[in-house]
């Protein structure tokens, strides 16, 4: 089985956790024996390669104007004229191209086909959904470039949609897509309509979707129309492996209480922050942890200043890679608390350094997870109350920090499903768990 896969990001260059999911799955495929080749639209070169190959979409060619690639162009605001004007051009190309055009009185019409490339930048900024549209027409080059090396083409979240769309016209291939997070989850009932469109058409074009949890599933069938037997789903899983290192130095006595993730309205970063003020209330040996960046941000640093607690609660920025294990390193507990979560990677990955973990039922792992503290993201007391229990009772932390990492790690009891033809399980981790003790 050979799979041309389409994603936006891949570590170590990554923003959240669908990199990581992809990553993962990349490895998980290649123990199977499937070949995959992942484009993304800019890749840095320094990728681990090992089970994947890497395409920069930057660096492909793509025949500009031509007749049979205009209708990826239809669902899209732009204007097409025909002239000699072409973008990312150099001075020298178009001098040559003019001075052909004035001997040979032809100039440039719809069907005219010119090569170009272009740059992506690869992150999230004002000029994505152009960047979507162009990594669309050049995902229909590679899928021509590529013919005959792929058996099936899979698109990783809606900012890929369209271009798994375009390979799968050109190429013919069937295409699985793959819905980690709705419009519906980072922004609840205030949609935004195109992101919205680009979902539905991405799922309604795709031959299979996979979702990363049930919860996610019910979304694409109710929201979206999607018939329920092309709906499958496979929950995302983590791989930590074991690290020996010295155990990290705390610098305080102090229970740590650590929030990881985006600071926006989804991941609930309030809700955290108006337990810990409860939480101090009771007991006053307890610092807060935020870490992570996003819109609400500064909403939550004025909310904790208002409230009295910044000198028990800090802020630590975006954290990545070896950032990441080393935070989980430190914490005595983990909150989630997400208004919608559709599966949620870092309670595994905590719950794998033995860290107690405290999650909103309205997650997708809450689906698989039996030792994990679960609460109504809304519920403000029962989280500060169950945040009191793991820092004051320490047999409650230790029973909940060796099953939960026993749970995380035997993930794979789970029921395997049908991808590609073959079994897959839903998790690929290390029988490993951190052997930590906790001051």
């Given at each position: 089985?050979?799979?041309?896969?389409?994603?936006?990001?891949?570590?170590?260059h990554i923003a959240g956790g669908l990199g990581t999911a992809c990553y993962g799955m990349t490895r998980g495929l290649a123990q199977h024996?499937?070949?995959?080749?992942?484009?993304?639209?800019?890749?840095?070169?320094?990728?681990?390669?090992?089970?994947?190959?890497?395409?920069?979409?930057?660096?492909?060619?793509?025949?500009?104007?031509?007749?049979?690639?205009?209708?990826?162009?239809?669902?899209?605001?732009?204007?097409?004229?025909?002239?000699?004007?072409?973008?990312?051009?150099?001075?020298?190309?178009?001098?040559?191209?003019?001075?052909?055009?004035?001997?040979?009185?032809?100039?440039?019409?719809?069907?005219?086909?010119?090569?170009?490339?272009?740059?992506?930048?690869?992150?999230?900024?004002?000029n994505l959904m152009e960047e979507i549209a162009r990594y669309a027409m050049v995902a229909a080059q590679v899928a021509k470039n590529l013919?005959?090396?792929?058996?099936?083409?899979?698109?990783?979240?809606?900012?890929?949609?369209?271009?798994?769309?375009?390979?799968?016209?050109?190429?013919?291939?069937?295409?699985?897509?793959?819905?980690?997070?709705?419009?519906?989850?980072?922004?609840?009932?205030?949609?935004?309509?195109?992101?919205?469109?680009?979902?539905?058409?991405?799922?309604?074009?795709?031959?299979?979707?996979?979702?990363?949890?049930?919860?996610?599933?019910?979304?694409?069938?109710?929201?979206?129309?999607?018939?329920?037997?092309?709906?499958?789903?496979?929950?995302?899983?983590?791989?930590?492996?074991?690290?020996?290192?010295?155990?990290?130095?705390?610098?305080?006595?102090?229970?740590?209480?650590?929030?990881?993730?985006?600071?926006?309205?989804?991941?609930?970063?309030?809700?955290?922050?108006?337990?810990?003020?409860?939480?101090?209330?009771?007991?006053?040996?307890?610092?807060?942890?935020?870490?992570?960046?996003?819109?609400?941000?500064?909403?939550?640093?004025?909310?904790?200043?208002?409230?009295?607690?910044?000198?028990?609660?800090?802020?630590?920025?975006?954290?990545?890679?070896?950032?990441?294990?080393?935070?989980?390193?430190?914490?005595?507990?983990?909150?989630?608390?997400?208004?919608?979560?559709?599966?949620?990677?870092?309670?595994?990955?905590?719950?794998?350094?033995?860290?107690?973990?405290?999650?909103?039922?309205?997650?997708?792992?809450?689906?698989?997870?039996?030792?994990?503290?679960?609460?109504?993201?809304?519920?403000?007391?029962?989280?500060?109350?169950?945040?009191?229990?793991?820092?004051?009772?320490?047999?409650?932390?230790?029973?909940?920090?060796?099953?939960?990492?026993?749970?995380?790690?035997?993930?794979?009891?789970?029921?395997?499903?049908?991808?590609?033809?073959?079994?897959?399980?839903?998790?690929?981790?290390?029988?490993?768990?951190?052997?930590?003790?906790?001051?």
């Amino acid at each position: 089985m050979r799979v041309l896969m389409f994603g936006w990001e891949f570590p170590p260059h990554i923003a959240g956790g669908l990199g990581t999911a992809c990553y993962g799955m990349t490895r998980g495929l290649a123990q199977h024996g499937v070949k995959v080749i992942f484009v993304m639209p800019k890749a840095f070169g320094d990728e681990d390669q090992q089970f994947v190959r890497v395409v920069n979409a930057s660096d492909v060619e793509t025949l500009y104007g031509d007749p049979k690639q205009q209708s990826i162009w239809e669902k899209l605001t732009f204007i097409h004229i025909n002239s000699n004007m072409v973008p990312y051009i150099s001075p020298e190309e178009y001098a040559s191209y003019s001075e052909q055009a004035r001997q040979t009185g032809s100039f440039l019409t719809q069907g005219d086909v010119w090569k170009e490339r272009y740059n992506f930048s690869g992150s999230y900024g004002p000029n994505l959904m152009e960047e979507i549209a162009r990594y669309a027409m050049v995902a229909a080059q590679v899928a021509k470039n590529l013919a005959g090396q792929f058996d099936v083409i899979h698109a990783h979240d809606w900012l890929t949609y369209y271009a798994g769309i375009a390979a799968k016209r050109v190429s013919g291939k069937p295409l699985v897509v793959h819905m980690h997070a709705t419009e519906f989850d980072r922004s609840g009932e205030n949609i935004n309509q195109q992101v919205y469109n680009i979902e539905r058409t991405g799922m309604m074009e795709a031959d299979r979707v996979i979702a990363v949890s049930n919860l996610t599933r019910n979304i694409v069938i109710n929201k979206y129309g999607i018939p329920p037997e092309r709906v499958v789903t496979v929950h995302n899983a983590v791989r930590f492996a074991a690290q020996e290192h010295e155990a990290e130095e705390r610098g305080v006595d102090d229970k740590i209480v650590t929030f990881l993730g985006r600071i926006t309205y989804q991941k609930g970063p309030d809700y955290f922050v108006e337990a810990a003020a409860k939480v101090l209330k009771r007991v006053d040996n307890v610092r807060f942890v935020m870490a992570g960046s996003g819109d609400m941000l500064n909403h939550v640093i004025r909310r904790v200043a208002k409230l009295g607690i910044a000198n028990r609660f800090h802020f630590t920025g975006f954290l990545r890679g070896a950032e990441v294990q080393k935070m989980f390193a430190l914490s005595d507990v983990y909150v989630m608390p997400s208004v919608s979560e559709p599966f949620g990677i870092s309670p595994l990955e905590a719950m794998k350094s033995n860290v107690p973990v405290i999650i909103s039922k309205q997650s997708g792992v809450a689906e698989v997870l039996d030792y994990a503290i679960k609460v109504d993201y809304w519920d403000v007391d029962a989280l500060a109350d169950a945040i009191y229990g793991l820092v004051k009772y320490p047999a409650l932390a230790k029973m909940s920090s060796e099953r939960g990492c026993h749970e995380a790690t035997n993930l794979r009891k789970m029921q395997p499903v049908k991808l590609y033809g073959y079994t897959n399980q839903s998790s690929d981790t290390e029988t490993y768990c951190a052997d930590k003790t906790k001051s």
